[in-house]
Nanobody, 123 residues
């Protein structure tokens, strides 16, 4: 069992930056592929970014490529999402996700979800 807790969300003006964190329990953090999703009001949850177990491979949604950076610190059992050049359309609840068997891309492969953290970007 993996317990995921997101933090770092908040209100930011367009063009600003935020860093989200996803802290995990247990000693097996390095055994999981990790990722971030987001869900805006009235929309379906969408993939944002993923990272492999070692942190050596990452992949991003086109909408955030070049602005967001996913990373992980296996020694601290924590994953991060650095969000720069924020836009109003980035406003959403951001969810941390963990998968045992494969890289995270669409959602069905996710084994554990966090509770979400709100990010609001004002214009």
């Amino acid at each position: 069992q993996v317990h995921l807790v997101e933090s770092g969300g908040g209100l930011m003006q367009a063009g600003g930056s935020l860093r989200l964190s996803c802290a995990t329990s247990g000693r097996t953090f390095s055994s999981y592929y990790m990722g971030w999703f987001r869900q805006a009001p009235g929309k379906e949850r969408e993939f944002v970014a993923t990272i492999n177990k070692s942190g050596g491979y990452t992949n991003y949604a086109e909408s955030v490529k070049g602005r967001f950076t996913i990373s992980r610190d296996n020694a601290k059992n924590t994953m991060y999402l650095q969000m720069n050049s924020l836009k109003p359309e980035d406003t959403a609840v951001y969810y941390c996700a963990a998968a045992w068997g494969s890289l995270i891309t669409a959602g069905p492969e996710v084994d554990y979800w966090g509770q979400g953290t709100q990010v609001t970007v004002s214009s």
